[in-house]
């Protein structure tokens, strides 16, 4: 199969991640987490107490610690210029705020920047809410994974309780809602469906079926 780009997006805990990881280590191809993105610049303002309304303030920081992707035994690493965040950005205090800074213009734009900049030689899976209609609008695959929230709720509650972060099951289900409600409403690539891509239901699907769905579509798609 040639190198070609693989677009995932879909509401919070629905799978991409995933089965994007699956895939990318299927075809050889590299693998994207735009959502890690927006938790970087969401850790980074925390971190170093710049306040979301001050977009160009949290710009400098990201010019300054530039977001980096590494490969690990242990899975994908993510970077703040030299600090591993990968741990740190999974957790609630960014997870409670992440929506908000992803709302922001300026963050998108350099974001979105820096993913096409990823993407451009084809050979990738990437994940997020807006990768098939604005980072990667050419791809020639596009999935949009949906489940319902409950199931939603449950497997992130599950992942949460397996890495030891605090949580409460009615609160998560209730923040995985609002944040669902703030990134399908936001002014600027709000999540929605492409109009190009397949729509996967996974409610009631393991891991392997949905993966095994997707390779149909790609197949497919590239025949
Ligand atoms: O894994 P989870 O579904 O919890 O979220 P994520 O993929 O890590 O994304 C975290 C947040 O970043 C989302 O709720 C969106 O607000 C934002 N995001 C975005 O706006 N655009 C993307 N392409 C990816 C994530
Ligand atoms: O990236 P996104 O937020 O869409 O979801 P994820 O982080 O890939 O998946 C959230 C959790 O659901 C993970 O712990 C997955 O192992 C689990 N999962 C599942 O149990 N069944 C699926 N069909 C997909 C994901």
């Known amino acids: 199969m040639k190198d070609i780009s693989i677009a995932i997006d879909g509401p919070a805990s629905s799978g991409k991640s995933t089965v994007a990881k699956i895939l990318a280590k299927d075809y050889g191809y590299i693998y994207i987490d735009t959502g890690a993105m927006y938790r970087a610049v969401t850790y980074l303002a925390l971190a170093k107490k710049i306040s979301v309304e001050t977009e160009e303030l949290l710009i400098q920081a990201i010019e300054k610690q530039p977001i980096s992707f590494q490969a690990s035994e242990n899975g994908q690493q993510v970077f703040v210029g030299d600090e591993n965040v990968t741990e740190a950005i999974r957790q609630n205090d960014v997870t409670n705020l992440v929506s908000t800074v992803a709302a922001k213009s300026l963050v998108r734009t350099a974001l979105v920047k820096l993913q096409q900049e990823f993407g ?46 605090p949580t409460d099951f009615e609160i998560l289900k209730e923040e995985i809602a609002r944040r669902d409600y703030l990134d399908s409403t936001r002014e600027i690539s709000p999540l929605v469906q492409a109009e190009d891509a397949v729509l996967l239901d996974t409610t009631g699907l393991n891991i392997e079926e949905v993966v095994g769905e997707i390779k149909k579509i790609i197949i497919e798609k590239t025949r």
């Open 120 to 165: 451009k030689n084809g050979g990738v899976v990437m994940d997020g809410r807006d990768i098939g209609t604005v980072v990667l609008p050419k791809a020639e695959v596009k999935i949009f994974l949906v489940a319902s929230v409950e199931e939603r709720a449950e497997r992130r509650y599950k992942e949460n309780i397996a890495k030891k972060i």
